[in-house]
Antibody, heavy 118, light 109 residues
């Protein structure tokens, strides 16, 4: 069964870039038909989809974040990454990575808390 | 942009009771593009149902979904203690591609 694990700094300063990696085990990130997403959840609030990358490399982003977001694949390391630029306190959240088909994420990582603070 | 509204915000029920959770969209959508998730404190969301009414692997058959157009329902036929959690609906839409409802908190009465 596929497993996903997020990693990265837990604290980022305002205006800097948030960078997270999602390492995938139990399956290849380049297997056709899968979409690899990032989703976030501020404390006590709901879920917000950030964006996704297809196993072939094409991306889709939430328009509300698209000017600041980049998602990439590293097939040699079997992981995918999130970069979110110019962060503010509003970007403080638990960040989840997930695998899915075209219509929904199904397997999720456990999530990692990222705080934006000076 | 399509919006999803879940109701009620909080539902207080007892084990053994039936739970009915609603997800309404602002435009008619394809029912097979609607999914339901369960999230417990400190955990990632867990896919329950997708593709109109297909339960994910390992999901008990007390969970079911129905609906069409703009009105969708998740039903838990007889609540077990482990069912008390937050439930989200998700729509595979256009822009953004994935839209979540704001969630329904199912709490023990």
């Amino acid at each position: 069964q596929v497993q996903l694990q997020e990693s990265g700094p837990g604290l980022v300063k305002p205006s800097q870039t948030l960078s997270l990696t999602c390492t995938v085990s139990g399956g290849s990130i380049s297997s056709p038909g899968y979409y690899w997403s990032w989703i976030r959840q501020p404390a006590g609030k709901g879920l917000e989809w950030i964006g996704r990358i297809y196993s072939g490399g094409s991306t889709n982003y939430n328009p509300s974040l698209s000017s600041r977001v980049s998602i990439s694949l590293d097939t040699s390391k079997n992981h995918f990454s999130l970069q979110l630029t110019s962060v503010t306190a509003a970007d403080t959240a638990v960040y989840f990575c997930a695998r899915g088909d075209y219509s929904k994420p199904d397997y999720w990582g456990q999530g990692t808390l990222v705080s934006v603070s000076s | 942009e399509i919006l999803l509204t879940q109701s009620p915000g909080t539902l207080s029920l007892s084990p053994g009771e039936r739970a009915t959770l609603s997800c309404r969209t602002t435009q008619s959508v394809v029912s097979s593009y609607l999914a339901w998730y369960q999230q417990k404190p400190g955990q990632a969301p867990r896919l329950l149902i997708s593709g109109a009414s297909s339960r994910a692997t390992g999901v008990p058959d007390r969970f079911s979904s129905s609906g069409s157009g703009t009105d969708f329902t998740l039903t838990i036929s007889r609540l077990e203690p482990e069912d008390f959690a937050v439930y989200y609906c998700l729509l595979y839409g256009d822009s953004p591609l994935y839209i979540f409802g704001q969630g329904t908190q199912l709490e023990i009465k």
